[in-house]
């Protein structure tokens, strides 16, 4: 978050530790659940700003509070990226040491860094440079948030990652 932002009206860090999962109402009514291992930093109040801006590290499903001040977008950073969407639900999975952001859209539409333009029922995948949008796999996006598992065609690392975070153990790869 910016500087103003931080002097104006604070900041709050929430944090869900290895193994757990928090939920949070922001100031403006927006909900959000935080999946393990994630971070989210939010101001303590929006009326001072021109726009609700988070900042999320891990993965977070966010479901956007329509507010009636006009043009007011909710922005949400996670790494190089940011998406901007009025009133939306989508999930946010940008943990720090996956290759990929990948922004899961269920309701709603959203711009991702300031161009690309994201629908419901798609999903943008972030890899350094390049952005691809396709068709999004919902439930295997979400599943997390009902505690769930649900992975189709992810590599055996991938999925060692988030078993590793959901119960806090490390794993240890042998030839």
Do not use: C, H
């Not at 931080?6 to 530790?17: A, C, F, H, Q, S």
């Amino acid at each position: 978050l910016d500087s103003d932002t931080v002097k104006n009206v604070g900041v709050n860090d929430l944090e869900p530790p290895l193994g757990g999962q928090y939920q949070v109402r922001l100031p403006d009514g927006t909900k959000v659940w935080l999946n393990a291992a994630s971070k989210l930093t939010y101001p303590a109040s929006f009326t001072q700003n021109k726009e609700r801006k988070v900042e999320l590290s891990g993965e977070g499903y966010f479901e956007v509070a329509k507010i009636t001040q006009a043009n007011t977008p909710f922005i949400v950073v996670s790494g190089k990226q940011s998406i901007e969407v009025e009133a939306a639900r989508f999930n946010i999975s940008s943990y720090l040491n996956d290759e990929t952001i990948k922004t899961t859209l269920l309701e709603g539409t959203g711009k991702i860094n300031s161009k690309n333009i994201i629908k419901s029922g798609q999903q943008s995948i972030n890899r350094k440079r390049n952005l691809e949008i396709i068709p999004a796999n919902i439930k295997e996006a979400v599943a997390w948030k009902n505690g769930l598992f649900l992975f189709e065609d992810e590599s055996l690392e991938t999925i060692m990652k988030s078993i590793s975070r959901w119960y806090n153990v490390e794993i240890i790869y042998s030839n």
